[in-house]
């Protein structure tokens, strides 16, 4: 076997440019491991993810399957076990506790699930946009109207909280997360607690702040119609990225095709329908053609 044939399956370790240079957002092999009394619970598995500057992402994946975990991370609220994170400049492994603190002010905004933790309860939606910023006053209160007009709330700016419908105040929460003009948006099931018409409503807010000020917008969610709103779905399975579905619009057509992913040593998970539907256990036979692989289950005839 030629060293070409050899590097081609894998057995070099050439040198390449770092993985993801060019993603806002590259998470490498990223590995969180709770310790909770004597048991350890695996939260991410050795995750990789790459989001590029101005994409919005949808995470989606069962309840535990990592996806919490996953953003507690890029958010700079929790550090990893290892692995490798990097958001823009910031390398989320290396920070220290003053860069976490500059890097959780600076460069992300965070909306979470629950509507009562996103806002202070005795202040206003202005009020609320306008504490994360600086400037004059009269500034603030101008600039956080502004971002409530943006995502569809400038009728609440003089109510408080109790006032507003969840929809509203996830709208808000929205604003509030955009003040301080992050690059990266995180939002953990920010419609979990909302009927399907006004979570489209806040689904369609994170849109708006995607497309007008080019935030990249990373969304946790669980509803799996999702995929029809965004660009790029992603998949979480046992905390690992498993699957993405991609949307693409060509000329009025969309259509959805639904990707494996592969890691960076070659692994692919095989959906289980598949597997089941072809009987393939623990080992698979390969073929290289010459423009895809061929997969059959072990023993069926050459
Ligand atoms: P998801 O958001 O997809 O539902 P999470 O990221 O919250 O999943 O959790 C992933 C796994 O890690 C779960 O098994 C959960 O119980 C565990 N986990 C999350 N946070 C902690 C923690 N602080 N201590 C111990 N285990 C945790
Ligand atoms: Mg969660």
Same mark, same amino acid.
């Not at 440019?17 to 806002?24: C, E, K, N, P, S």
């Given at each position: 076997m030629s060293d070409s044939t050899l590097q081609a399956l894998g057995g070099g370790a050439k040198p390449t /440019?770092?993985? $993801?240079? =060019? /993603? @806002?957002v590259a998470c490498d092999n990223l590995v969180r491991i709770f310790q909770s009394g004597s048991v350890e619970v695996? #939260? @991410?598995?050795g995750l990789d993810l790459l989001v590029d500057e101005g994409e919005m992402v949808a995470v989606v994946g069962a309840s535990g399957s990592g996806k919490s975990t996953l953003l507690a991370v890029l958010s700079g609220m929790d550090a990893p076990t290892a692995g490798r994170v990097r958001v823009g400049r910031w390398d989320l492994m290396a920070m220290h506790a003053k860069e976490r603190v500059a890097y959780r002010r600076q460069m992300v905004g965070f909306v979470w699930q629950q509507t009562s933790r996103n806002l202070l309860p005795y202040l206003t939606a202005r009020q609320n946009v306008a504490v994360p910023m600086r400037g004059p006053r009269r500034q603030r209160a101008a600039r956080a109207d502004e971002l409530l007009d943006l995502v569809g709330v400038g009728h609440v700016a003089d109510r408080q909280p109790q006032e507003m419908s969840g929809g509203e105040q996830q709208r808000v929460a929205i604003a509030t997360a955009l003040a301080n003009e992050p690059q990266l948006l995180l939002a953990d099931?920010?419609? $979990?607690? @909302?009927d399907t018409a006004t979570a489209r409503d806040v689904f369609d807010a994170l849109r708006t702040a995607n497309r007008e000020s080019g935030t990249t917008v990373v969304v946790v969610t669980h =509803?799996? #119609?999702?995929s029809g709103l965004v660009e790029r779905t992603v998949a979480i399975r046992d905390g690992r990225t498993s699957s993405e579905v991609l949307r693409r619009d060509t000329g009025g057509d969309v259509t959805h095709e639904e990707y494996a992913v592969m890691d960076r040593a070659g692994r692919l998970q095989v959906p289980r329908e598949y597997r089941e539907a072809l009987a393939m256990t623990r080992r698979v036979r390969l073929a290289l053609e010459a423009d895809h692989l061929s997969v059959w289950p072990d023993g069926s005839p050459r």
């Open positions: /440019a770092q993985f $993801g240079h =060019d /993603a @806002l695996q #939260a @991410l598995q099931e920010p419609t $979990g607690e @909302l =509803d799996p #119609a999702v």
